[in-house]
Nanobody, 127 residues
Framework: QVQLVESGGGWVQAGGSLRLSCAAS????????MGWFRQAPGKEREFVAA????????YYADSVKGRFTISRDNAKNTVYLQMNSLKPEDTAVYYC????????????????????WGQGTQVTVSS
């Protein structure tokens, strides 16, 4: 079994920055990809960013391109989401997720394609 634990959320004013971390544990942790999703009150969970665990591929939602950066530290089994120039519309619970097997292209964008999820961390951006 794989456990994912997010941290780094909090309250920030518009224009500020936060760095989220997602630490993975479990003897079977060997993902193909890791992703970040978010869910605002009354809305569906939406894709934010994803990366192939071996590197070389990253994807971003249009709404965060140029502001957010996903990165990973394979030795620490940790994936990060650096969030800059935050906007009030970025307010949500942010979740990390992992995918065990190969997936291609647009599959990264869909939460149903991920196998394990963290419990989420709240990000609140005030105007």
């Amino acid at each position: 079994q794989v456990q994912l634990v997010e941290s780094g959320g909090g309250w920030v004013q518009a224009g500020g920055s936060l760095r989220l971390s997602c630490a993975a544990s479990g003897r079977t942790f060997s993902p193909y990809a890791m992703g970040w999703f978010r869910q605002a009150p009354g809305k569906e969970r939406e894709f934010v960013a994803a990366t192939r665990w071996s590197g070389g591929i990253t994807y971003y939602a249009d709404s965060v391109k140029g502001r957010f950066t996903i990165s990973r530290d394979n030795a620490k089994n940790t994936v990060y989401l650096q969030m800059n120039s935050l906007k009030p519309e970025d307010t949500a619970v942010y979740y990390c997720a992992s995918r065990k097997s190969t997936m291609l292209g647009s599959s990264y964008y869909y939460p149903n394609n991920y196998d394990y999820w963290g419990q989420g961390t709240q990000v609140t951006v005030s105007s």
